[in-house]
């Protein structure tokens, strides 16, 4: 491009040929050191600024897979009764008596306590005055971004107290807890217990035997007819994509969900996933929990919800702290026996 009588650092005869960027070495680009020194001038007005903040990419599911109950106060320990109920003789030909008999037998009653930890989750929000008056020029409020990443922060807390629960404070989670039965996957046609190797029908058989052996270590209580099935993204997908067949229009999970022992006994069973199954079994390998779903036999509490409990100007690193807590429980297994997993899937 041909341009005369542009001045630079040396002098230019009319006619040379030279880029537009060289002619006008000393124009500041848009960089962060330009901009944070002060120089950003005519080509900053040039840019366009995108309004949305991207926050980091994540995902938590913990409020799908534990009934969790609000309330209780700033308190250590939770505690739940449990009782057992006994007669001489059983409860079958020892209780029918005869005409006259002045001997029934006596209900007994044993009781036990069990106990579940809590934990105190707090973190302090700290924003430096100067950038409080920064963000009356940016239009910006860096409090509210702030607090979604606080937010983020007790989901993300929450969600791995749910599901593995807090080895530094040795409470288990739905995945790991040692009090629980743990069976083996069965072994397909093609020699191998993972999901995406088996075909639907020997899928579903090892959903049925789970559903089935958990529910019989409940005595078959209809209460306590599990309800509940989490297993790996992998294995959940391979499942919701898939169809039965190449002329089938319906997909292997919708086959499950239509026919597993606790749709056909008149509860709904709920299959979702999460990342925390993946080598949550044995040796490594993909575990699946089932469970009841009912916060009589598993829950979580935040015993304190998540609040802004102070604030206050701090001179000494010239800002306003402000602290979040909240007060969180343990999961609490009541009844370990509704509760079973299936590794190798």
């Given at each position: 491009?041909?341009?005369a ?10 006619g ?61 320990v ?17 209780v029918?008596?005869s005409?006259g ?6 209900i007994?009653?044993?009781f ?8 105190v ?6 924003i ?11 239009g ?36 790991n ?14 020699g191998t ?6 075909t639907p029908d ?20 209809l209460?306590?007819?599990p309800?509940?099935?989490?297993m ?8 919701a ?9 319906k997909?292997i ?8 022992i606790?749709?056909?006994?008149g509860?709904?069973?709920?299959i979702?996933?999460t ?11 993909d575990?699946?929990?089932c ?23 701090n ?5 306003y ?25």
């Open positions: 491009m041909k341009i009588g542009v001045v630079s650092k040396g002098a230019i005869s009319s040379d040929s030279f880029k537009i960027t060289d002619s006008i070495p000393n124009v500041a680009r848009m960089t962060d050191s330009n901009i944070a020194s002060g120089n950003a001038n005519l080509i900053s007005e040039l840019e366009k600024r995108e309004i949305l903040i991207r926050e980091p990419l994540t995902s938590f599911t913990y409020h799908r897979d534990i009934p969790i109950k609000a309330g209780g106060g700033w308190v250590d939770i505690s739940a009764i449990s009782s057992d109920f006994a007669v001489s003789g059983g409860s079958g030909e020892s029918a008596v005409s008999s002045n001997s029934p037998k006596v007994q009653a044993n036990d306590k069990d106990t579940f930890k809590a934990h989750f707090q973190m302090t929000m700290r430096l005055y100067i950038d409080m008056q920064r963000s009356k020029v940016t910006r409020s860096l409090e509210a971004l702030l607090k979604e990443g606080i937010r983020l922060t007790y989901d993300k807390h929450l969600d791995q107290n749910v599901y593995i629960g807090m080895p530094e404070l040795g409470t288990p989670g739905i995945l807890n040692p009090d629980i039965a743990t069976a083996g996957a069965s072994v397909g046609s093609k217990t993972d999901f995406l190797s088996k020997e899928i579903l058989s090892d959903i049925n035997n789970i559903i089935s052996d958990t529910w019989a270590q409940a005595e078959y209580d209460s306590a007819l309800n509940h099935i989490i790996p993204y992998a294995q959940y997908n391979y499942l994509t898939t169809r039965l067949s190449e002329l089938a229009d997909t999970l919708k086959f499950i969900l239509e026919n597993n606790s749709s056909q006994n509860s709904e069973l709920v979702g996933a990342s925390y199954c993946k080598g949550a079994g044995v040796g490594g390998s575990r699946m929990a469970y009841v779903h009912k916060d009589r036999f598993i829950a979580m509490e935040e015993l304190v919800p998540l609040y802004r409990s102070m604030t206050q100007a001179i000494n690193t010239h800002s702290d402000s602290i979040y807590t909240a007060n969180i429980s343990q999961v609490e297994f009541f009844y370990n026996q509704t509760v079973r997993y299936l590794d190798g899937i």
